[in-house]
């Protein structure tokens, strides 16, 4: 029986009777928990998860509806829990290369042995690079919804996303092992 | 370009190493009790509760609130006596008994909670029920607006609910001076069910009494027509005592429908004729075994856990024999001849029936509950009226009603047909159709009357928890603390 109600009304409503809050909880809570699991690691994303809902109610009240769904504002939210944690990232991005290491991610391309390139050049990326890319990559939000989450113009989303995807082209671009066959296709930004 | 993404692609592909997601109930709990804390802060320094005043509360004052019903109360007395059908005897000190106490004055106390100092938190556990046979986000926040409402009419100004996890809601009282009371109003709203008696009620031996009257069962007639000065739906009227009863139903085929009134078994536990099991119960309750009679050892309860937990001092499980009635069958007790002496469930003078649970009108299908004077005899008495949806179902149970008073009636016998309204798990009224009068039913639209046998004090309570509505969640309460004390499981009754 899920509400009807669109978020934006929810979270309005919500400023006077917080019980209804959860309605909007209920909706994001799995996306919301998978992009932090993602960035995070699994230890941390129930905690980092409950802090992202705890911060969006206070401040549900300066929510503004621009896609109908408050997963983007949520996931800005994570961004800015994620950044305060910055140190957890990076262990979980040194855990990621090392599994990327042993084992191969997808049989089928190959591509495991590149995984720690990958890895390694994601955790060189700039911050904002960073988290404007894997908004996009992890949480799958559209380039629209990202500028909404990060509060910035679509167009720095587009050249944050094109650098980020040209710097991880390069990394895998020049393969540890030669023998692997690349096909490098950033031909444009 | 189809290699244009592969860097991303290769990330999307990276994503879900080693990630396993932390299980869906614990997570949704550790953002609940995060919210809640939140709510919690955000309520401290504006000394601000959610029974106090918001507009967003309306809802629920409207419901619990006062309210004039021009004509109403006329229409429906009038009704009374044209259609002499609902007239109802309503025992309503049974209805408090059956809560598992008595009044609240005498109610149980927590030896952790001293009375009258400092806070309280109560703490329930939210199951589902026929209705709702999910716990969701808005089933939960309908049952926090009917509990406010609780609250609200138990003259709590400040209590506080939230939802303190995936299925629990937190009450805070302000003083622990109300937990006795509100322990025995919150949580539990009066569930007012109409059944098409004659088509769910079954005969002692397992019959359903409709498709039983056109070849002259007796049982079956007993149980429609009464015996001798015995209304249908009365004690000695094709009743059984309760052991009897509950085997009877324990051995029905599960029938589930959204139509029933409780989804889950029910247990209950018998001692055998003589035994010392019985022995133990009888001198804890200060009474004396009847010979040759199964006794009550526990129950009904939801499972066999809360079974063994309520058995008496010094009688153990293995000493019982535990009946299992399955979900779609109901065991009520007859009507109860004066409101002034309840007979208690356990009691060897109870008498029961056993009904299929084919529910047709509930309370959520009633409008407008009110406590009123019946101008006929001056009592005091409870109106109310159909929603639309309880209007037409009301139509329809009382046609297929009178179409079968119609098909059984044979020459020279008229055979009235009835339904059934029980409160809880009490019959209070079993009132007839004259199928001659109203072949094609009663509308709903007049609503009805239920009159005799009441005080105003237990009409208006009544009234009062008919008013709140029905809790679309079945509640448990779980525990019983000062608000950062360690939690206390609730007293038994």
């Keep these: ?189 | 370009m189809p290699d244009r993404d592969e860097p991303l692609d290769l990330l999307r592909e990276l994503r879900d190493v080693g990630i396993t997601p932390p299980p869906a109930a614990e997570l949704r709990a550790r953002v609940a009790s995060a919210i809640t804390e939140e709510i919690e802060r955000e309520n401290q320094p504006q000394r601000r509760d959610f029974n106090g005043g918001s507009p967003h509360r309306s809802r629920a004052q409207r419901v619990g609130g006062p309210r004039r019903r021009p004509g109403f109360g006329r229409l429906a007395r009038g009704l009374v006596p044209a259609v002499g059908v609902l007239v109802v005897v309503l025992v309503v000190v049974l209805f408090v008994g059956l809560r598992g106490s008595g009044p609240s004055t005498t109610a149980p106390g927590h030896g952790p909670v001293a009375p009258g100092r400092g806070s309280v938190k109560l703490v329930y556990m939210a199951e589902p029920t026929a209705l709702v046979p999910h716990v969701t986000t808005r089933a939960l926040e309908r049952t926090v607006q009917v509990m406010q409402a609780q609250v609200r009419a138990l003259g709590i100004r400040s209590g506080r609910l939230s939802l303190s996890g995936a299925n629990e809601i937190t009450v805070v009282l302000p003083d622990a001076r109300n937990t006795a009371q509100a322990e025995l109003e919150l949580g539990s709203t009066a569930q007012l069910l109409f059944y098409d008696w004659e088509a769910n009620a079954l005969t002692p031996d397992g019959k359903a009494a409709a498709t039983h009257l056109q070849t002259q069962d007796p049982d079956a007639i007993e149980i429609s027509q009464g015996s001798g000065p015995l209304p249908a739906g009365a004690p000695g009227a094709g009743s059984m005592a309760l052991y009897q009863a509950v085997r009877l139903a324990a051995r029905q085929p599960r029938w589930s429908s959204s139509a029933n009134s409780r989804i889950t078994p029910q247990y209950w536990m018998f001692g055998a004729p003589g035994s010392a099991a019985c022995a133990t119960a009888a001198r804890e309750e200060a009474t004396v075994p009847v010979a040759g009679e199964h006794c009550l050892l526990a129950g009904p309860e939801d499972s066999v856990e809360e079974l063994d937990s309520g058995l008496p001092a010094g009688v153990r499980s293995s000493q019982g024999q535990v009946l299992s009635v399955p979900r779609g069958w109901v065991v009520l007790e007859a009507i109860a001849s004066s409101f002034a002496h309840p007979v208690p469930v356990a009691s060897p003078n109870a008498q029961f029936f056993v009904l299929k649970d084919d529910v047709a009108l509930r309370t959520a299908d009633i409008t407008n509950p009110q406590q009123g004077t019946d101008p006929n005899t001056g009592t005091p008495d409870i109106t109310f009226g159909f929603s639309s949806k309880g209007k037409s179902e009301f139509q329809n149970l009382t046609a297929t009603i009178a179409r079968r008073g119609a098909l059984v009636s044979g020459l020279g016998q008229t055979l009235n047909q009835h339904f059934a309204i029980a409160l809880d798990n009490q019959l209070i009224s079993v009132p007839y159709i004259d199928y001659k009068a109203y072949p094609d039913g009663i509308t709903g639209d007049d609503g009805a009357d239920l009159t005799s046998g009441f005080t105003v004090a237990s009409a208006h309570s009544l009234a009062a928890d008919l008013q709140v509505g029905a809790l679309p969640l079945s509640l448990k309460l779980v525990c019983v603390s000062a608000p950062a004390g360690p939690c206390h499981s609730p007293a038994r009754p």
């Design chain 1, 1 to 189: 029986m899920e509400s009807l109600l669109s978020d934006a009304r929810i979270l309005r409503d919500s400023v006077s009777d917080p019980t209804i809050f959860s309605s909007v909880y209920e909706r994001h809570l799995v996306s919301v928990a998978s992009y932090v699991a993602r960035r995070t690691g699994p230890e941390l994303s129930e905690d980092l998860t409950a802090e992202v809902f705890a911060r969006a109610f206070r401040k549900r009240s300066v929510f503004r509806d621009q896609h109908g769904s408050a997963l983007p504002w949520l996931l800005g939210i994570a961004n800015n829990v994620i950044a305060d944690q910055r140190r957890a990232e990076r262990r979980r991005l040194e855990t990621l290369r090392r599994l990327a290491t042993v084992r191969p991610v997808s049989s089928e391309t190959s591509v495991g042995v590149l995984g720690p390139e990958l890895v390694g050049e994601l955790l060189r990326l700039p911050d904002a690079d960073r988290d404007t890319l894997l908004l996009v990559v992890w949480g799958e939000l559209s380039y629209a919804e990202a500028a909404t989450a990060l509060s910035v113009p679509i167009g720095t989303i587009r050249s944050r996303v094109a650098r980020a995807r040209r710097r991880l082209a390069a990394a895998i671009g020049q393969p540890a092992d030669p023998e692997v066959p690349i096909v490098n296709g950033e031909s444009h930004a």
